[in-house]
């Protein structure tokens, strides 16, 4: 990757949704960009995002796996990375006992395995230099149980918590974190997680770019978190008051397989 004076955003998750939208929120603010996905759509990504006039490059690796993490670490060069979006990361639909373990493991990997990693290595370097953002993309879900999403949503809520414990780890160090907490989001994502014979799989959702806009003006602002639309803050606030196994419920009415409406 060819050096410059703009600063260096890496972007994982980035080609579809949420992280690429993230990753043209960075495009369009003068960001050099490293993007990440485990899928070939993230060339196209990187060539959509050519547009900007910045310097992108795309790698695809599997971010479930250390040596996955080690590949994209290895893509920077070395370059100093001023910014990491963490935004990698699976959904898994269904009751628990009636998932491939498998399945659940690789959830589990991706959205907290690697996303540990992959922070532990770029914010080793950010501290030492006294300086960089770190944004970690968590969810509204991580506040609340997540009937037939209970693995996702629990992944999420480590997030959500390592966030603000990592953020007060390193006051005054030059490092801020951020974490954006969004609801459901018109992405791929309730497709990949096989939810579209659920309500939530199926009613409207907030745009991504809508999304990315927020949490990129939230780590800008190094903000220490941000939910992304009014019905999720009041979701968010909802869910601190009511009682957990009420909670349990209200998301069964959302996620349970043979929700959703048709017609």
Same mark, same amino acid.
């Given at each position: ?20 939208? $993230? @990753? ?9 960009? $490293?993007? @990440? ?12 995002l ?5 310097s ?6 599997d $971010? ?6 080690d590949? $994209?670490l290895?893509? /920077?060069? %070395? ?9 990698? &990361? ?10 491939? !373990? ?6 589990? +990997?991706?959205?907290?395995?690697g ?26 879900? &991580? !506040?609340?149980? %997540?009937? *037939?999403?209970?693995?996702y949503?629990g ?8 966030? *603000?414990?990592l ?6 160090s030059?490092? /801020?974190?951020?974490?954006? =907490?969004? %609801?459901?989001t018109?992405?791929? !994502? ?6 579209? +014979?659920t309500?939530? &799989? /199926? ?10 806009e ?5 780590? =800008? ?14 979701? @968010? ?14 998301h069964?009415?959302?996620? @349970?397989? &043979?929700?959703?409406?048709?017609g």
């Amino acid at each position: 990757m060819t050096t410059s004076n703009r600063q260096f955003a890496v972007v994982t998750g980035a080609s579809t949704g949420i992280g690429f939208e $993230l @990753a043209k929120c960075c495009a369009k603010n003068g960001f050099d960009l $490293l993007i @990440a996905a485990d899928e070939k759509a993230i060339d196209v990504a990187a060539d959509d995002l050519r547009q900007f006039g910045t310097s992108i490059a795309s790698v695809q690796c599997d $971010l479930s796996t250390a040596e996955g993490v080690d590949t $994209l670490l290895a893509a /920077t060069h %070395g370059r100093p990375v001023d910014a990491l979006l963490a935004n990698a &990361g699976r959904g898994l639909g269904h009751a628990f006992l009636e998932q491939s !373990f498998d399945d659940i493991r690789k959830v589990v +990997d991706l959205n907290v395995t690697g996303t540990l990693y992959l922070v532990h290595k770029v914010g080793n370097a950010m501290r030492a230099r006294k300086s960089g953002r770190i944004l970690i993309v968590g969810s509204i879900a &991580g !506040f609340m149980p %997540g009937t *037939f999403q209970a693995v996702y949503n629990g992944t999420k809520a480590f997030l959500d918590s390592f966030s *603000f414990a990592l953020r007060a780890e390193l006051d005054g160090s030059g490092v /801020t974190v951020t974490c954006l =907490m969004p %609801g459901a989001t018109e992405t791929e !994502f309730f497709e990949r997680a096989d939810m579209l +014979d659920t309500k939530v &799989g /199926t009613e409207k959702k907030q745009p991504p770019e809508e999304v990315a806009e927020v949490g990129f003006k939230a780590m =800008m602002r190094g903000d220490s978190d941000v939910v992304a639309g009014w019905q999720n803050k009041l979701r @968010a606030a909802i869910a601190h008051v009511v009682p957990a196994t009420v909670m349990a419920e209200q998301h069964r009415k959302m996620a @349970a397989p &043979g929700t959703a409406k048709h017609g």
